[in-house]
């Protein structure tokens, strides 16, 4: 069953692109292409010049390390401490000593505030500092692009707020590409510099652009009222 079709979309180097949409329009059928988990039925996916759709094993590794992904409730591994959640991408991936990576894995935690708790269990630390401690982890391997997958889900909208400056702030040092799927205006408006909006009825790409000239001139009435939460009025 063909969840989306005929997406034509292409991301920029260093920007923050958000794509969003209504309840089951594909957000996570779209990431899960993205990021090399579930291959695309026809059409291609091209990440710093290399095609994904039906490429090797060994292609899609090469293409993993150029991307890091935050899932949505972070996915740390419980038994570990942060340092060595972080650590873990340099373990496989790398052949730094065991020094080396220690360091690399806790100048990662220094980025997104977290140095002081690296030896700290994610049980013993909030919601926000385990979204932050993910990120880090996604950060291991210096790749060029994040995809973050609702990473505001479950959290307040003060810490919310702090991981939105978080981003901006690795976007603005490091240059990273973030791709992140959320439905969360307030992220959505504060720091995209575009929206891609899926549409579930059509089953396709309805709107990509600034949130805000998407809002305030979008010739599509569901474009306006998903950005401006204007009620149906169907209920």
Known sequence: RAIIEGIDLDIFEGE????????GCGKTT???????LRPPLTGSIVIDGIEIAGASEDALQSVRRRFGMMYQLGALFGGMTLLENVRLPLVEFTTLSPAAMDDL??????????AAHADKKPSEISGGMQKRAAIARALALDPPI??????????????SADLDALIVALNHMLGTTFVVI?????????????????DGVRKRLVAL?????????SDDVWVRRFLTRTPTGDS
């Open 209 to 217: 652009g600034s949130p805000t000239q998407l809002r305030d001139s």
């Open 30 to 36: 779209l990431l899960s292409s993205l990021n090399t």
């Open 105 to 114: 894995a806790r100048s990662k935690l220094g980025l997104v505030g977290l």
């Open 146 to 159: 994040i995809f973050l997958d609702e990473p505001s889900a479950g959290l307040d909208p003060v810490t």
């Open 16 to 23: 923050i692109l958000f794509i969003g949409g209504g309840s």
């Open 182 to 198: 959320s439905h969360e205006l307030a992220s959505i408006f504060s720091i995209g510099h575009r929206f891609a909006m899926l």
